[in-house]
């Protein structure tokens, strides 16, 4: 799926969750951006546990390649493999994947260009090339998000 938008207003006293199950036996979904709107982004609040929000049946995964709350990305933060179960283990970013959302066009040193995940290259964290330094610290060529 190319962008999926969960946004939630108040009703009541309540907010709003998403519940997400699979049909038959193990299913997934795979999105290029995962976008939080107005309520939605409380999971922020939570250490990023979006649990109380969103409810995905133990059938079901959802892989996304860019996930944003606010203008902010939240990718890594949301990312069930690093969080030690957070979101109940069924939220994976897939930092290897760079989609038509989810995608930034960096200039190599050699003068190349390629288009990566957004998230991973923009990332004070990680470092891709093992060179000890944050990818953001040296994507200083990148060109803006793909359109």
Request: glycine share 10%; no cysteine.
């Amino acid at each position: 799926m190319g962008q999926l938008t969960l946004d939630s207003t108040l009703s009541g006293v309540h907010v709003g969750k998403f519940s997400f199950s699979s049909a038959g036996g193990k299913n997934a979904i795979y999105i290029d951006s995962l976008q939080f709107a107005d309520l939605a982004t409380n999971g922020v609040n939570s250490g990023f546990d979006f649990s109380q929000y969103i409810t995905i049946n133990t059938n079901m995964m959802i892989y996304f390649a860019d996930a944003m709350a606010n203008g902010v990305d939240i990718s890594a933060q949301i990312d069930s493999a690093s969080l030690s179960g957070k979101n109940n283990g069924r939220l994976r970013w897939v930092s290897s994947y760079s989609g038509f959302f989810s995608s930034v066009l960096v200039t190599n040193s050699d003068g190349s260009t390629m288009y990566v995940n957004a998230a991973l290259a923009q990332s004070t964290v990680f470092d891709s090339n093992g060179n000890g330094i944050p990818n953001a610290t040296i994507r200083l060529h990148s060109l803006a998000r793909a359109t």
